[in-house]
């Protein structure tokens, strides 16, 4: 069974960082592409970026581009998300997710199948 767990969410201030991790049980998160989605109250899930297996390439949404970098630590099997330069629209719950594959497509639909419990990002002043 799949099972994901999110990392180090918090409270920041405008501007400020935070770095996002995600650790797997019972399963190399190498073999897998990885996804961050992100969903605020009232709206609906946004896909945030995206990983894949070794090789690695990535894709981010616009919304975070230049602002937010994924990366893997397969000895670690863990993926972060680094979030630099945060807003207050990015305040949501971040997710980490397995997906079908990765790219913008992956992101705008959502192609997600298993995510964690999620962890409460709020930037605020």
């Known amino acids: 069974q799949v099972q994901l767990e999110e990392s180090g969410g918090g409270l920041v201030q405008p501007g400020g960082s935070l770095r996002l991790s995600c650790a797997a049980s019972?399963?190399?998160?190498?073999?897998?592409?990885i996804s961050w989605f992100r969903q605020a109250p009232g709206k609906e899930r946004e896909g945030v970026s995206c990983?894949?297996?070794?090789?690695?390439?990535?894709s981010y949404a616009d919304a975070v581009k230049g602002r937010f970098t994924i990366s893997r630590d397969n000895r670690r099997n863990t993926i972060s998300l680094q979030m630099n330069s945060l807003k207050p629209e990015d305040t949501a719950v971040y997710y980490c997710?397995?997906?079908?594959?990765?790219?913008?497509?992956?992101?705008?639909?959502?192609?997600?199948?298993?995510w964690g419990q999620g962890t409460q990002v709020t930037v605020s002043s």
């Open positions: 997710a397995t997906s079908v594959g990765c790219s913008e497509v992956v992101l705008r639909q959502s192609l997600f199948n298993y």
């Open positions: 019972r399963f190399a998160l190498d073999y897998y592409a």
């Open positions: 990983i894949t297996g070794s090789p690695a390439t990535t």
